[in-house]
């Protein structure tokens, strides 16, 4: 396979990475649309976006949402921050590797048009 977030977890691109624990990597977007904008992705390739979560694989989703907060706070997101994930062309999804975005780092707009 060749997913360039695959070759991100298992170090093989460097990536400017912030946190990792065994399930989860995170690092800093190359495209920041904040001050602070993260991506937080499973090590393992078992899910291309949020269809992809059934009950059987959901503890990749678990996982990262357990380092988000830590991840948040080391990034220094004291005044909260924003979570997202796209899934499909119309998302403008880029890498077909389940991933999140953490956003945050000023008081960002509202509404997202």
Do not use: W
């Not at 920041?32 to 499973?42: D, E, G, L, N, S």
């Not at 909260?80 to 960002?108: E, M, P, S, W």
């Amino acid at each position: 396979m060749d997913c360039i977030f695959c070759k991100i977890a298992s170090g093989e691109i460097p990536s400017g990475k912030v946190y990792e624990n065994e399930y989860v990597v995170a690092f800093n977007d190359i495209n920041p649309q904040a001050p602070v904008h993260i991506i937080v992705i499973p090590k393992t390739h078992a899910l291309t976006c949020a269809d992809d979560v059934t009950y059987a694989n959901s503890v990749y989703v678990a996982k990262i949402f357990e380092a988000i907060p830590e991840i948040a706070k080391a990034a220094g997101l004291k005044n909260g921050y924003r979570v997202i994930t796209n899934c499909g062309d119309d998302a403008c999804q880029t890498v077909r590797h389940l991933h999140f975005h953490i956003l945050g780092g000023k008081q960002l707009p509202d509404r997202m048009s």
